[in-house]
T-cell receptor, first 112, second 115 residues
Framework: GDSVTQMEGPVTLSEEAFLTINCTYT??????LFWYVQYPGEGLQLLLK?????DKGSNKGFEATYRKETTSFHLEKGSVQVSDSAVYFC???????????FGTGTSLTVIP | SQTIHQWPATLVQPVGSPLSLECTVE??????LYWYRQAAGRGLQLLFY??????ISSEVPQNLSASRPQDRQFILSSKKLLLSDSGFYLC??????????????FGEGSRLTVL
């Protein structure tokens, strides 16, 4: 079945460091891919998405490219801030659109 | 604009007691609705999803049940809570299957502690 595997945390970085959180997926057909962010005590918010191969999603300085050849959707940011501290979830939507599958989440802490 | 609300935000219940969490969506029609659970230190587990009134799909057999009595209302229930039911419950919606690339929109979450 469809699934998402993402890098386990927790990840601790200094402010202005480069961030990469790895995500790979298994899916039949052509899924859409997402990164969600969860700030402490809150629900999840969409950070970025890509709906087809080679698409690049971007938002708030974060980027991820849909790589079909490596079945990956790695999240990157060139310079993290303290306010980026949160849990990040990689997710996919099956081509039927009714089901969404999430990775286990990666906790990021950015220290000044 | 569309909004999603779930309540209560926080709940402390004894083992063996019943549970009812409610979720409503406003500003859209015939949404797909979802209940997820996030246990401490773990990822999101899909519990139930619904594509229409009275249509419930269960992903994981367990102590919980879901109902969709109205188009934009989704209820998560239990007759007798277990300690293992503790967690953060998230309701979410997406545009119906006519837009299969759509995203999920989440509620604020309900934190359940079973003692």
């Amino acid at each position: 079945g469809d699934s998402v595997t993402q890098m386990e945390g927790p990840v601790t970085l200094s402010e202005e460091a480069f961030l990469t959180i790895n995500c790979t997926y298994t899916a039949t057909g052509y899924p859409s891919l997402f990164w969600y962010v969860q700030y402490p005590g809150e629900g999840l918010q969409l950070l970025l998405k890509a709906t087809k191969a080679d698409d690049k999603g971007s938002n708030k300085g974060f980027e991820a490219t849909y790589r079909k050849e490596t079945t990956s959707f790695h999240l990157e940011k060139g310079s993290v801030q303290v306010s980026d501290s949160a849990v990040y979830f990689c997710a996919l939507s099956a081509h039927t659109g009714n089901q969404f599958y999430f990775g286990t989440g990666t906790s990021l802490t950015v220290i000044p | 604009s569309q909004t999603i609300h779930q309540w209560p935000a926080t709940l402390v219940q004894p083992v063996g007691s019943p549970l009812s969490l409610e979720c409503t969506v406003e500003g859209t029609s015939n949404p797909n609705l979802y209940w997820y659970r996030q246990a401490a230190g773990r990822g999101l587990q899909l519990l139930f999803y619904s594509v229409g009134i009275g249509q419930i799909s269960s992903e994981v057999p367990q102590n919980l049940s879901a109902s969709r009595p109205q188009d934009r209302q989704f209820i998560l229930s239990s007759k007798k809570l277990l300690l293992s039911d503790s967690g953060f419950y998230l309701c979410a919606w997406s545009v119906g299957a006519s837009r299969p690339t759509g995203e999920l929109f989440f509620g604020e979450g309900s934190r359940l502690t079973v003692l």
